[in-house]
């Protein structure tokens, strides 16, 4: 069975940082790239990191580039987001999901980030 | 970038109706690169529909997608108390730029 585990959500105050990990599991996570999306509270989906199952490439939207890096360690079968100079309008559930032929198959539980002093 | 638009915001309907739900892409959206997810409440996106029309894995024929270009629709033949949630196209044809829809909320 294919499951997506996701964990490091939290409290943070403005400009802090936080790491979110997704730990895969049922799939050859090594073969397969990988999504990261947002929601922010009551609003809708948003893209936010792509990476290919190489770890190779990496793609940000763009008002996210710079703070957040995307990571993979396929040996470990998990995908990590590491989040930096976070600001309020970065608050949301954060979910991690499979790609498969450019469509998200599987996704994880997510994880709530909350930026707030 | 290309803008998902979906109509309409919210519907009210009753179990065992059918339903239409409507997504317009602002430019087209190359080999049909459409998605459609369900989603519920305190709960991640599931997916329904690929490629516009192919049905994911363990998804019910009471849902089918359809269209091309610009205009995407997904219809819920008959409607279960389980179907009540929200419904988000996603186009993934210029990815990894990938775009949402703002959803479609069904509701009892």
């Known amino acids: 069975e294919v499951q997506l585990v996701q964990s490091g959500g939290g409290l943070v105050k403005p400009g802090g940082s936080l790491r979110l990990s997704c730990a895969a599991s049922g799939f050859s996570f090594s073969t397969y790239s990988m999504n990261w999306f947002r929601q922010a509270p009551g609003k809708g989906l948003d893209w936010v990191s792509s990476?290919?199952?190489?770890?190779?490439?990496?793609y940000y939207a763009d008002s996210l580039r710079g703070r957040f890096t995307n990571s993979r360690d396929n040996a470990k079968n998990s995908l990590y987001l590491q989040m930096n100079s976070l600001r309020a309008e970065d608050t949301a559930i954060y979910y991690c999901?499979?790609?498969?032929?450019?469509?998200?198959?599987?996704w994880g539980q997510g994880t709530l980030v909350t930026v707030s002093s | 970038e290309i803008v998902l638009t979906q109509s309409p915001g919210t519907l009210s309907l009753s179990p065992g109706e059918r339903v239409t739900l409507s997504c317009r892409a602002s430019q087209s959206v190359s080999s049909s690169y459409l998605a459609w997810y369900q989603q519920k409440p305190g709960q991640a996106p599931r997916l329904l529909i690929h490629?516009?029309?192919t049905r994911a894995t363990g998804i019910p024929d009471r849902f089918s997608g359809s269209g091309s270009g610009t205009d995407f629709t997904l219809t819920i033949s008959r409607l279960e108390p389980e179907d009540f949630a929200v419904y988000y196209c996603q186009q993934y044809g210029n990815s990894p730029r990938y775009s949402f829809g703002q959803g479609t909320k069904l509701e009892i």
């Open positions: 490629a516009a029309s």
């Open positions: 990476i290919t199952w190489t770890g190779d490439n990496v």
């Open positions: 999901a499979r790609l498969i032929n450019g469509y998200q198959d599987y």
